[in-house]
């Protein structure tokens, strides 16, 4: 019998959102909390989003050996134990069981953390015209970029020899495409391990079963295991991988909505926590936010566009709104519908997109305008407003978005029309054809190449 142990720390490299499947007074959507108010991931999330990265027909044998089944003549417990991540803060510890006010409030990072002090991300909800979609305003709670949670994971061999199956469980964790919690295909949720300790035990030495029983739960007690390399080598049978490089051509803006004491709109701001110092992290101050939900969306109104051209649906041919929205068979198939209400089948997307938060201070330029009366051509009363928006002196980091390759099956895209039309939306970025952000009919968020296509992972 041998037990394979890993602790491992995650770090979010996009901001994260961890529900707690409840809303409250002020929020549609918190995150899940501790009893002392702090985010946790609970193991059953870690374990669920492990198991779906393999193929219920293909990995069947794999799932059921390590994950367990249910069956009419009996079935199998799962191998695979996922404990709860816990938040790491100053010094390297861990948040566990149940602290004082005290002991949180003379934390400056613990502070930031506590569920009213997050920050807070507003949705609208567009329909295939482009305008707001019924009731579909609402919020969420978000964890920033950067912060880091531990877990542990433990997988039990009895007869069978499976070290091949857990260096496989490590390379899930490890890959670029790992993501937790809600919103997953609109930017939020990547993780990446930023160390992780292994062990393997042998229960047929005794020197292993002693110190497997002297394995303290407590993760504020660190484990002199070996530490593992674990990271990602770019590759993936289940995904195809485009990268976005690309330099705004002059100004852009993503808008928060909001104004501020200077002017009436302002570009959406978010900060990240700054490890730069390892024993005592902090919030940065607030930098520019390039919320992946709009280019996700820019993209999939473009992609639809192509679809209908190239399948041939034009107008006077077809009633729009059958060729439309999610009924247009290309966003289908990689953003994903919910037809709960006519009873049709729900589906997830198959695309996945990250938020982009620009580390370094990006210039800020006020623009003045005035609504301008068509009948006297002069200024409407009451019309005028300013907007402050992002110059273009700075690099722009690679765009990465992953579509899962089943999305271009013969079966679902026979012709080749899905994944033209997606490729073309693409290029329209490109070549500043398809702006992204706000304010593009005054002319902002052209973007242009900034060196080749590169595709990455196994792309065909």
């Given amino acids: 019998m041998k037990k394979y142990l890993a602790r491992i720390v995650f770090e979010a490299e996009t901001p994260l959102h961890v529900g707690s499947g409840s809303s409250d007074l002020t929020l549609d959507a918190p995150v899940n909390c501790d009893a002392n108010g702090l985010p946790q991931i609970n193991g059953t999330s870690l374990a669920g989003v492990i198991r779906s990265y ?17 069956a009419k003549q009996g079935g199998a417990g799962s191998r695979l134990v996922v404990s709860n991540a816990h938040l790491i803060y100053e010094g390297g510890k861990v948040v566990e069981g149940l602290m004082t006010g005290d002991e949180i409030t003379k934390s400056e990072y613990l ?65 670029d495409t790992f993501r937790v919690g809600g919103k997953v295909r609109s930017g939020l949720g990547r993780l990446k391990v930023h160390e992780c300790f292994s062990k393997t035990f042998d229960f047929q030495e005794s020197d292993d079963v002693k110190e497997y029983l002297a394995h303290s739960s ?36 993503f808008g928060s909505g909001y104004g501020d004491e200077i002017v009436d709109m302002t570009p959406k701001k978010e900060a990240f926590v700054d490890w730069s110092d390892e024993s005592k992290p902090k919030l940065s101050d607030e930098k520019i936010l390039v919320p992946a939900s709009s280019i996700k969306g820019a993209i999939s109104h473009r992609t639809a566009f192509y679809y209908n051209k190239y399948a041939g649906h034009f107008a006077g041919k077809v009633s729009p709104e059958k060729v439309t929205g999610t009924n247009n068979e290309a966003v289908k198939t990689l953003f994903g519908y919910d ?27 006020i623009f003045q305008h005035v609504s301008i009366d068509r009948f006297t051509g002069g200024a409407m009363n009451g019309a005028l407003f300013n907007e402050k928006v992002c110059e273009n002196r700075f690099e722009f980091k690679p765009i990465k978005i992953y579509v899962e390759k089943s999305a271009f099956d013969k079966e679902k895209d026979p012709d080749g029309n899905i994944k033209k039309a997606f490729e073309r939306a693409l290029d329209e970025i490109r070549t500043g054809m398809l702006p992204l952000g706000g304010s593009t009919m005054r002319g902002h968020g052209c973007f242009k190449e900034k060196k080749k296509e590169e595709v990455g992972g196994n792309n065909e």
């Fill in 54 to 70: 393999f193929d219920e027909k293909n990995d069947k044998e794999f799932i059921n050996r390590i994950f367990g089944f249910q």
């Fill in 339 to 365: 037809k709960k209400a006519k009873g049709e089948e729900v589906a997830a997307g198959k695309v996945f997109f990250d938020d982009l938060i620009l580390e370094e201070n990006v210039d800020e330029k």
């Fill in 111 to 175: 502070k930031a953390m506590q569920a009213y002090a997050l920050p807070l991300r507003d949705h609208c909800r567009i329909n295939e015209k482009g305008t707001v979609s019924g009731t579909g305003k609402f919020d969420n709670c978000v964890l920033p970029k950067g912060v880091r949670f531990v877990c542990e994971l433990e997988l039990t061999e009895n007869n069978e020899d499976l070290s091949a199956d857990w260096e496989k469980l490590l390379q899930v964790v490890s890959s």
């Fill in 218 to 253: 407590s993760f504020n007690k660190k484990p002199a295991w070996e530490k593992k390399k674990l990271q990602s080598d770019g590759k993936s049978d289940k995904y195809l991988c485009y990268t976005l490089e690309i330099q705004p051509e002059d100004f852009f803006t």
